[in-house]
């Protein structure tokens, strides 16, 4: 079974300053994708950055970045220079072999002014 | 930008009462997810379509809950009779195709209260 888990149910962050979000999963397989997705209240869920499994190259979005530990099976999000629209839940998935998004419990970010 | 489209935004109904769920995914996309999010967790997928057919519906509360894409293009999602342990935020999803290379995009939800 593949699991993903989130240590962090919330964080909060002062605008402009850099925040880091964590995530570690399970897997048994070998090619995967990993996403971070983020869920503004009362707004849709949008997907923020994915990194393929087999890429060691961490991916990068603009202010949004990942630290991909494949070994370690952890995958963290940092955000640098947050923005007050940053503020929402954050939520790290899974993709394996099923094709099925397999989601963690959330972390609730809050950047204050 | 196109989006996926859904209704009603919020349902209050009383439990053992009918309720039912629409998506409009985005125009040309064949793959459709029905996810469930229950407070404090992440989405749970419920059931995947492509075009009309059921691909996976593994996690469907069968004898309560309904699914359908007729015509391969929008959705209906059912439940009948609804539990107090329903009440959740119906999420829809649609893609271009199935698999890892192929984002999904997410509608705003449906909130179902049962009462």
């Known amino acids: 079974a593949q699991t993903v888990t989130q240590s962090q149910p919330e964080m909060s962050v002062q605008e402009a300053e850099t925040v880091t979000l964590s995530c570690t999963y399970d897997?048994?397989?070998?090619?995967?994708?990993l996403f971070w997705y983020k869920q503004p209240p009362s707004r849709q869920m949008i997907l923020v950055i994915r990194?393929?499994?087999?890429?060691?190259q961490n991916a990068t979005e603009n202010r949004f970045s990942v630290n991909f530990q494949k070994a370690a099976k952890s995958f963290s999000l940092k955000i640098s220079d947050s923005q007050l629209g940053d503020t929402a839940m954050y939520f790290c998935a899974l993709q394996g072999g099923s094709e099925k998004l397999v989601f963690g419990k959330g972390t609730k970010l809050t950047v204050n002014p | 930008e196109a989006e996926v489209a859904q209704s009603p935004r919020y349902k209050i109904t009383e439990k053992s009462q009918a309720v039912a769920f629409w998506c409009d995914p985005i125009?040309?996309?064949?793959?459709l997810y029905w996810y469930r999010q229950i407070l404090g967790q992440g989405p749970e997928l419920l059931v995947q379509?492509?075009?009309?057919?059921?691909?996976?519906d593994s996690q469907l509360p069968k004898d309560r809950f309904s699914a359908e894409r007729l015509k391969g293009v929008d959705s209906t999602l059912k439940i009948q009779p609804a539990e107090l342990g329903d009440s959740a935020m119906y999420l829809c999803a649609s893609s271009l195709g199935t698999g890892r290379v192929y984002e999904q995009y997410f509608g705003p939800g449906t909130r179902l209260t049962v009462t």
């Open positions: 897997t048994s397989e070998n090619n995967y994708y």
């Open positions: 125009s040309g996309h064949a793959t």
């Open positions: 990194q393929e499994a087999y890429k060691q």
């Open positions: 379509f492509q075009d009309e057919s059921v691909v996976d």
